[in-house]
Structures are given as C-alpha cells and as structure tokens.
C-alpha cells in the first residue's frame, strides 16, 4: 500500500466507507504505516461527530465496539516487563478432516471444544455483505471484488481468543435468505443450508501456515511475531454448486491439528 492509495482512500466521502477501506487495506496488508492509522482514527472521530454509534461503526467495519474505542485511541502500548510467558495459554484440537457428525451439529467448535474438557465461547463479529478476496472468489467461482455474503465470528477457548472463522456465501443464492440474517443461525448453519435443498457432494480443504495479518494479530491478542494456520474449506453440492466456503483462521500456537481418514456421510 503506497503514498497514493492513502489519498485516494482518504478522499472518501462517506467516514464509514473510507474507515472501511482503511481498514479491508490493512487487513491484507504487512508493514502498514503510522499514517493509515491516523487516517482510520480520523475517519472514525468524524463518523462519531456526525452521529454514528459505536455499533454501527463496529458492524461496518467488521469488528467490536471495544475495537472501535482501540482504534480511536491508536495502539495501545505493550508493558517491556510483561514477559510472553504470563500470557494465557490453551491448546485446542481441529481435527482434520472434520467428522461428519461433528460438522452437522450446533457448531463444530462448541462440540470439539467440550469433549477436550474446554471451556468454549463464541462471539460474532459481521455479518453482512464485503468484497470477495482472490482465495474465496475462486472456491465461489466469482469474481474478485464481487460482493458475497460473509458471516465472522470468534471463538474463545478458557476466554482465550483462538479462532476467527468466517463463512461466505454466493449473494445471488442466499441473499434474503437466514442465511444472512443477524445474529447465529438456529439450529445451526447446516440445517439452514439443507433446509435451501442443497445436499452435499464434496469439499475440499488446504491448510495454509503464514504470518498473521494486523486485523488476526489484533483480533486473536497474538504476540508480535505469532503465525496462523488458515484451513480453507470449500463444499459444493451434489449438482457441483459452491455452497459454502468456511475459513478459519487458527492462532498456530494455540493448535493442534489431528489428521484422520473419517467415513460415513460428510456435511458442508
């Protein structure tokens, strides 16, 4: 992201987009300056002036309102004396691939978490509309920057962030459906999607190890340094429909990753 992508973003009209922008630019980003903060801060403070809540701000951008009071604040400053080592720990199983009968329950985290003898919590962060990425728009067979349906939450072991899975979907199939609706899909995602007449073909699911975006970092409280695990999962149909595709963002230290043959009949 250079000088000039800054002004052509900061020459947004609307604060709520251009905060949005800043942001999405961030996200995919490494090595963002000081200056794209200030610009996101502003975007923000002007947002608030004109009568934004907090909330509102929050779901446009993606994130919780407590994210929005960090980013109107800047970066809050790490203590030198608070060694890696006081920071909580927890160690969560993903196993791979998934079992069916787990992936069809209420929720594959909340079922996986308890049988380790976990403490699990999931939160949502957006759901809405955004622009689709290169990886997603090609498991959806759309185009890069079409906008598609995307559903993010974070899931907490012992209240310990360690996931931020989000699951996108086609607009022009589930648009106005529950599917993108507010809040959690009861009783779960799975029915919802049965429930539309798609029955499952096959997924297929790559496994990428890489360093953590600014958004993951912030999101999951990784340490400076801390890489991620990003399972993509793409199912399809029986007709060969991109249903869903689910990514799911691990904090790599806090992982482990158990890989078996499951049989029966799978799930999306």
Not at 3 to 26: G, K, N, Q, V, Y
Not at 59 to 86: I, N
Not at 105 to 114: H, I, P
Not at 244 to 253: G, K, M, S, Y
């Amino acid at each position: 992201m250079d000088l000039r992508t800054l002004r052509d973003i900061s020459a947004i009209a609307d604060p709520i987009e251009r905060a949005r922008a800043i942001s999405r630019a961030m996200t995919e980003q490494q090595g963002i300056t000081q200056e794209a903060a200030r610009i996101r801060r502003g975007a923000i403070a002007e947002a608030r002036e004109q009568g934004h809540t907090l909330e509102a701000i929050a779901k446009a951008l993606g994130v919780t309102p407590g994210r929005v009071s960090q980013m109107r604040k800047g970066p809050p400053e790490r203590a030198p004396e608070q060694p890696v080592s006081q920071v909580p720990k927890v160690i969560v199983q993903r196993a791979l691939p998934t079992d069916p009968a787990t992936r069809g329950s209420v929720s594959l985290f909340l079922v996986e978490a308890e049988r380790q003898g976990i403490r699990p919590d999931r939160t949502m962060l957006y759901i809405g509309l955004e622009p689709a990425s290169d990886h997603v728009a090609e498991c959806l067979r759309v185009g890069t920057g079409d906008e598609i349906i995307a559903r993010r939450k974070m899931m907490l072991a012992n209240e310990v962030p360690v996931r931020i899975a989000t699951s996108y979907f086609r607009a022009d199939l589930f648009a106005g459906t529950r599917i993108a609706e507010p809040e959690f899909v009861k009783p779960s995602l799975q029915a919802a999607i049965q429930a539309l007449g798609y029955s499952f073909g096959h997924a297929e699911e790559t496994l990428t190890a890489r360093p953590a975006t600014h958004f993951e970092a912030d999101t999951l409280n990784l340490d400076p340094g801390e890489w991620v695990v990003q399972v993509l999962r793409a199912s399809y149909s029986t007709e060969g429909t991109p249903v869903h595709t689910l990514e799911t963002i691990c904090a790599a230290t806090r992982h482990i990753f158990p890989i078996g043959q499951v049989g029966g009949v799978d799930e999306f």
